[in-house]
């Protein structure tokens, strides 16, 4: 694997390095020492899919609160989407940054995202899923979010937001976020 920094302290792209023959391919998705080589949390607890059935579903901006936070690992296992991660860690020096990335099931990267980040993704194609890996039980009292549209954050979407959740469309802006 790959480890690709982002601008956003500690968040990751990961591309695999696959390895072909007459058989097709083979590639490695985990390895506790290679994360922890990077400083990345190397321990995940919950696996979910993401099955999304319309080209412009919206998920997020979603992060888990103290005491709780989650580390997420991403993959798009069939279609694509343009995923999204916010720095939400108050002493960073980079909070309210975002950065995207561009993940499909054809180029199979990855995206780290650490503890304190929100994650959201926008689906570009119909029938998409998408895999995630946290390090972190669910805990649904502890689950936030802020805003897809918020303006101090500024995210450019590449498409229309066509499909997203009564509370997806609740959250807050980055004014009124609060970490607990």
Not at 43 to 55: D, E, G, I, L, P
Not at 126 to 136: A, L
Not at 148 to 165: K, R
Request: aromatic content about 12%.
């Amino acid at each position: 694997m790959k480890f690709l920094e982002t601008k956003l302290p500690r968040v990751f792209e990961v591309h695999l390095e696959a390895y072909c023959d007459e058989r097709g391919t083979f590639a490695r998705t985990w390895c506790q020492k290679e994360f922890e080589n990077h400083g990345l949390c190397p321990k995940f607890v919950q696996c979910n899919v993401s099955f999304n059935a319309r080209k412009g579903t919206m998920r997020g901006i979603h992060y888990q609160a103290e005491p709780f936070p989650e580390a997420k690992l991403i993959r798009c296992t069939m279609g694509s989407i343009y995923d999204v991660v916010v720095d939400l860690r108050p002493r960073s020096a980079t909070f309210g940054d975002w950065i995207c990335v561009q993940l499909t099931a054809a180029n199979r990267h990855m995206l780290y995202v650490p503890e304190g980040c929100g994650h959201g993704f926008l689906t570009l194609e119909d029938n998409t899923e998408v895999f995630y890996q946290m390090s972190e039980f669910y805990h649904p009292e502890l689950a936030r979010g802020v805003r897809w549209d918020d303006p101090a954050i500024q995210i450019t979407w590449p498409a229309a937001i066509e499909v997203i959740s009564p509370r997806d469309r609740s959250y807050a802006n980055l004014g009124g976020f609060q970490c607990a």
